[in-house]
Every structure is written in C-alpha cells, then in structure tokens.
C-alpha cells in the first residue's frame, strides 16, 4: 500500500525596494517610533511603488521558489494565491500570476481568508495533491495592504505592509510505513460574528469602493492567543505531537505581543519563533510564506525540521499547519 504526501520543493520571497520606518510614518500622522514599537514590535514596513500590483510581488516570490525547488513553471498545475488585496476584483490574481508565468494548464484561484489566506491555501493544495487532483502547487500569499489602509488613521496604518511569500508543493507517492513528510495536517476555523472588528468598509456589492481597513484593536488582541493557540493544540493533537517536538514556529507577523502571549501559552521558547514584525510589519496573507522564506535563506529551517504555521485574520478566521520540512 502507499500513500501520497505534499512535500516542500521551495520557497521564495519578496518585498518591495521603499522602506518605510516608523520614523517615516511620525511625519503624517500622530505617532512616534516608541509608541509603535512598545504596542506592536514594528520598526519598519515595505511599500510597493505605483505601479507595482499584488500580482507582481506574487509573480517574483513564486520564480523565486520556482528557482530554489529546481523547477520550471510549466511543471506547476495548481495555484493558489491568498490575498485580500487583488489586482482587480476578477480575474483572480493567481490566474494574472499564472499568466505572466506562462502556464496555461491546470487551475489558478484565490482564497479569500485575509491574514489566514495562506495557511487556507496551504491546506486547500494539500487536499488537491492528495486527492490526485494536482501533482504540484504553488501556494501564494500576497498583499499591497498599503492600498487599503486609511493614512491619517494611526490606529490602523501603522501596522501592515506589503509583500508576497511562496511555497511549492509536490505529490509524492511513498510507502504506506514511509517516514513522515510535507504536509502533516491542517486544522482551519471561520467564525463570521466577528466579522465586524477587523473589516474593509467598502465592497462591490455594498458601496461600489474599496474602503478602509477597519479594526477593533483590544478585540482582535482579546481573540488573538485565544484561537491561535486553539487550532494549534487540534492540529497536535491529530499527529500525536507536542510542542516540545516543535524545531520552529512561524506565526502570523501581526503583532509581537500576540506571537509572545501564544508563545507563552503554548510553551513555545522564544529561541523557537521565527519573528520578521520588526522588519516586515502585518503583510496579512504574505506574512507567514515571508517569514519562511527568511528563515529557509539564512538556514534556520533545514530538511527534517519540524514546522509549525499559524494565521488569524478578519472573519474572523484562524488555522494551523504542521509541515515536516
């Protein structure tokens, strides 16, 4: 008997050239470098230049990872970008990206989970590779937050950035008794009575704009450790696992108190957490595909490591991934 397991061939990341520091930020709007940075961990965000869509960030973080995992792009035939700010509101952005990569094969489709978009999407390919639907996927997360954010709200604008992050999975058929690999298991939330404390406020069937992100700061905080540590107790609960086991965790980029409450919660060491906040800001559905890609380059997260991938976004959704690297 075998079994088929989605296994990580690659990763790759981009964020785009301006930086954009808190320092930057104190100059529009009322707020200062240690009032960021006691609240939220964030020292500096990238902003994509005029002109620069989500589809072109995604396109760069994909032939990256296409470059690591040895891969020519016409081997792909599953895309799954997860974003919440698309280049237009259809086609999809993972058709726009499959277009400038030069497939014409398979599916391309967007999942729409804000800042869980990619742990959904992640989920979503392994069940396409694991049903034989696909033989191998390329799984992006990508924003250009920047486009939604109200600038003269410092409750909100100081917290996002933009970037895109990618991962390529493969189907591999092994042995049923094969040691384990890739894709472990998933465990993915929605819970849409809260969809009013982390929201846009504007929409093509209700305003006909594109709106403003819009939060409830204490509320999303309030929720955060919570779910967090919710779907990653399930997800190590179905593999046998604890977090002793874990070589890495890869939070969502949100907020440094958020990943160090959850962290402590779990009893995950610092010296354990993979933290780009700092440097990347909230990037939603590109932060955690961001953070592998840093952690994967400068060597941290090797071969056989044990990984451990979470998201909360508005929805509110949540979910978790543990990958053997």
């Known amino acids: 008997m075998t079994k088929i397991q ?9 964020l785009p050239q301006r930086i954009m520091t808190n320092d930057d930020l104190a100059k529009i709007v009322d707020t200062s470098d240690e009032w960021i940075v006691q609240r939220t961990g964030i020292r500096q965000r990238h902003i994509a230049a005029e002109g620069e869509y989500t589809s072109d960030l995604a396109l760069i973080a994909a032939q990256r990872a296409l470059e690591k995992a040895g891969m020519d792009a016409s081997e792909i035939d599953l895309i799954v970008v997860g974003t919440t700010t698309p280049d237009r509101t259809f086609p999809a952005t993972a058709a726009l990206v499959q ?5 014409t094969k398979g599916s391309a489709f967007d999942v729409q989970a804000v800042c869980s978009g990619f742990v959904f999407g992640v989920a979503t390919a392994d069940s396409y590779l694991k049903t034989g639907m696909a033989k191998r996927a390329l799984v992006i997360g990508a924003e250009t937050a920047s486009r939604i954010l109200d600038w003269n709200d410092r409750t909100t604008c100081v917290l996002f950035g933009d970037g895109a992050g990618a991962i390529i999975l493969e189907a591999q058929e092994v042995a049923d008794d094969a040691p384990e690999n890739g894709i472990l298991v998933s465990s993915l939330r929605t819970d849409g009575s809260h969809w009013d404390k982390l929201y846009v406020d504007g929409g093509v069937s209700t305003t006909q704009s594109i ?3 819009r939060m409830e700061g204490r509320e999303v905080f309030k929720h955060a450790v919570g779910m967090i540590s919710d779907v990653i107790e399930d ?3 179905k593999t046998g696992k604890t977090t002793e086991d874990l070589d890495w965790f890869v939070p969502h980029q949100a907020n440094k108190r958020i990943i160090d409450g959850a962290g402590r919660k779990l009893g995950i060491p610092e010296a354990k957490t993979i933290v780009t906040v700092d440097k990347h ?3 939603s559905a590109a932060s955690v595909p961001l953070a592998l890609w840093v952690a994967n380059e400068d060597g941290r997260i090797k071969k056989g490591d044990l990984v451990m991938i979470e998201a909360m976004g508005g929805g509110f959704t949540w979910g978790a991934a543990l990958i053997r690297w």
């Open 211 to 213: 709106g403003h992100l």
């Open 281 to 283: 800001a909230n990037t």
């Open 99 to 103: 277009q400038k990569l030069g497939i």
């Open 6 to 14: 989605s296994v990580v061939r690659g990763v790759g990341g981009y």
């Open 235 to 237: 997800v190590l609960s």
